[in-house]
Structure formats: C-alpha cells, structure tokens
C-alpha cells in the first residue's frame, strides 16, 4: 500500500517541482519573447523527462552513503517527498522560484535526525558549499559568455545573429531542462528507485510545465531583470554546464540558483540598476529558509504521525 501511496506522492511532486522550475527553463524564452508559452512548455518537458530517465538514478548515491548511512526505508522517503510537496506548493503559489532540491536535503536530515539515522556531516557539508558554488560559478560563467557575445554580436549579420540567437536558446532550453530532470527530480525518483518511478516522475514533469508552470515562469523571466536573446543564453547554458558537473559527482544542487545566478552575472556587465533587488533579497532569503523550514516541519510530521 505504501509503496502506491509513495508513487502518486513522487507524481505530484514532480508535477509542482517543474511548474516551480519552468522559470529555469521556460523562463528565458517566455522572457525574451521567442516563443509562446505552451510551445516552450512542452518543448522543455521533454528535456526533464530525458534528463530524469537517462541519469536520474545518479542522485540515489547523495542519499543512501551519502547524507545519511543508508538508503531510506518507504516510510521514510514519504515523509521527505510529504514535506518537500507541502513547501513546493506554498512557495509556487506564491510565485517565488524555490530550491526543492534544498528542501529534500533538508528533509533528508530531518528524518535521519529523528529515526537515529547516522548522518554524514562531511557530505551534508560539502552539498551546502556546493549549493554556494553552483551560484558563483554560473554568475561567473554567464558574465563571461554574456561578454564574449556582446563583443562579437556587432561585427557579425544580422540574420546570422537572428538565427544563432534562436538555435542558442532553444539548445540553451533543452540543456537546463535535461539537468533539472538528471538531478533535481532524478533526487526525486531516488529516493524508492524503480523504472515505474523513474517513469511517473518523467510524465508528471511535463504535465506540471505545461499546466502550472506560467506563475513562477512571469518571476525569473520579467521581475528580475529584463532578458533579451544574449542573456536568457548565457544564463542557461551556464546553468546547465553547472548543473551537468555537479550532477556527475553526485550532489544536489540548485537549478533554481544557478539560473538565478547566471542572469544576475549577465547584469553585471551593464551595472546594478537593472536589477529587481527587492525580489534578489526576497529570493535569498527563500534560499537560506529552505532546508532549516523543511527540516523542522519534517520532525514536526514525524512527531505528530505514527510513521518510523
């Protein structure tokens, strides 16, 4: 029964996680005004849901040997997918781009702290300096790309710049949309692996763009800073390059900083005052919040229910 149970859980959150996310993906082509939304919505579902089928199951070795001894029983990773749907969903509503990746890793702790699990501080550790990496280094890397191509942009066709433009968001797109699904929704799947998890969790990701993904889509795509062509592809394929390498080492990150990170880094060229600093704060805040919220409120679920 609990097995069924944890099933539809992992598809609902799956669903919320990629509305939550479409800002990553979906974000800078809505935000740049290439394409309609739903065609975008679709286009980038299909790139979580590779992603999640293809390397997905890498993430089940940052759980089980990783923040916590072993891997989860079924009770237990209910309880994180539980929590972690909970904040998802009051957060997209909300419509601030959240780390659920933040949120599962602060769960995780949780619920070892509360069942005697023994907890691996050195790779808890490790995964919130990554958390800080994630961010700096796309910031950095997006600055970079973002500069290179508004040196050569100039000297080049207009119709050559028209399509490159075009192709580099689209493949930009496809990219963070292949690492959302590898590692934050492959975190997902990992926690009761299985091909038919593997599989809900790939459907689920295309529904939840496509139906609730336009909120969170408005925040990082308009209220942060206006993206045009240059910058919605420089903060994406930064993102993704950061994503993919932390992917392989098997941490969870965040999408949701490294885009984040990569548009603020596109900014930098021309100052400051572009900048929406209100919603950056707004947004940091959520950051450092999520995974001490997700841990307490898991405890809290454990405390008040009759799961181990």
Not at 90 to 112: A, E, Y
Request: hydrophobic share 55%; with cysteine; proline share 3%.
């Amino acid at each position: 029964m609990l097995e069924y149970v944890y099933l539809i859980l992992a598809a609902v959150l799956s669903f919320i996680i990629s509305a939550n996310n479409s800002a990553n993906s979906v974000g800078t082509l809505y935000g740049s005004r290439m394409t309609r939304y739903t065609t975008a919505a679709l286009y980038s579902g299909f790139f979580i849901a590779l992603g999640t089928v293809l390397e997905g199951w890498k993430m089940g070795n940052a759980i089980g040997g990783g923040i916590v001894e072993s891997p989860l029983t079924l009770s237990m990773a209910l309880m994180v997918l539980l929590t972690t749907a909970i904040l998802m969903l009051l957060f997209t509503l909300l419509s601030i781009p959240l780390s659920s990746s933040q949120i599962m890793v602060g769960s995780i702790v949780g619920v070892g702290i509360a069942t005697g699990l023994f907890i691996n501080l050195s790779f808890v550790s490790l995964v919130g300096i990554s958390w800080i990496l994630t961010f700096l280094f796309s910031m950095g890397l997006a600055y970079f790309f973002y500069a290179l191509l508004s040196h050569f942009a100039p000297h080049m066709g207009f119709l050559f710049i028209s399509r490159f433009y075009t192709l580099s968001l689209l493949l930009g797109c496809a990219f963070i949309s292949y690492t959302l699904g590898a590692n934050t929704l492959g975190l997902v799947a990992s926690m009761n692996p299985s091909p038919l998890s593997l599989a809900l969790v790939a459907i689920s990701s295309i529904l939840g763009v496509y139906f609730l993904g336009k909120r969170t889509v408005r925040t990082a795509g308009k209220r942060i800073i206006r993206l045009d062509p240059p910058r919605a592809f420089s903060a994406q394929i930064a993102g993704a390059i950061v994503v993919e390498i932390f992917t392989q080492m098997h941490f969870p990150v965040s999408v949701t900083q490294t885009i984040i990170g990569g548009i603020i880094g596109t900014g930098l060229i021309k100052g400051y005052r572009e900048m929406n600093k209100k919603l950056l704060m707004e947004l940091g805040i959520s950051w450092i919040a999520a995974p001490i919220i997700s841990l307490l409120l898991t405890l809290l679920i454990l405390k008040v229910s009759s799961l181990p």
